[in-house]
């Protein structure tokens, strides 16, 4: 089981930067998949970026050149630097995690198995 806790949502205006962490804690052997996920109000989760244990990345079409997912091991946290945002960026940013089998791409199409609570990323214009 692990255990996920995001943290640095807040407000920005369109054009800045967020970064979002994503502590996770409970059984962190090496293997594990993350990701970062976002729903926006009345719309339908979203699969942004995802890192493989070996660091291979994938992230959606609409984030790409402006979003990075990066992990540091050692303080077993994962990161979403977020820049140039965008109004439509606005949405709850979930933290995932899932023991490496599937794709990262199937994992962002399909979801994770384990989730964070969420934090609220707004973008005002």
């Known amino acids: 089981q692990l255990q996920l806790v995001e943290s640095g949502g807040g407000s920005v205006r369109a ?3 967020l970064r979002l962490s994503c502590a996770v804690s409970g ?3 090496t293997g594990y998949c993350f990701g970062w996920f976002r729903q926006a109000p009345g719309k339908e989760r979203e699969g942004v970026a995802a890192i493989d244990s070996d660091g291979t990345t994938t992230y959606t079409d609409s984030v790409k050149g402006r979003f990075t997912i990066s992990q ?9 630097q ?3 945002l965008k109004p439509e960026d606005t949405a709850i940013y979930y933290c995932a995690a899932e023991f490496r089998g599937r794709t ?12 964070g609570k969420g934090t609220l990323v707004t973008v005002s214009s």
């Not at 540091?72 to 979403?80: E, G």
């Not at 990262?104 to 989730?115: E, I, P, Q, S, V």
């Open 104 to 115: 990262l791409a199937m994992m962002l199409l399909y979801g994770m198995n384990f989730w």
């Open 72 to 80: 540091d091991n050692a303080k077993n946290t994962l990161y979403l």
């Open 82 to 84: 977020m820049d140039s």
């Open 15 to 17: 054009g800045g930067s």
């Open 27 to 29: 059984n962190t052997d």
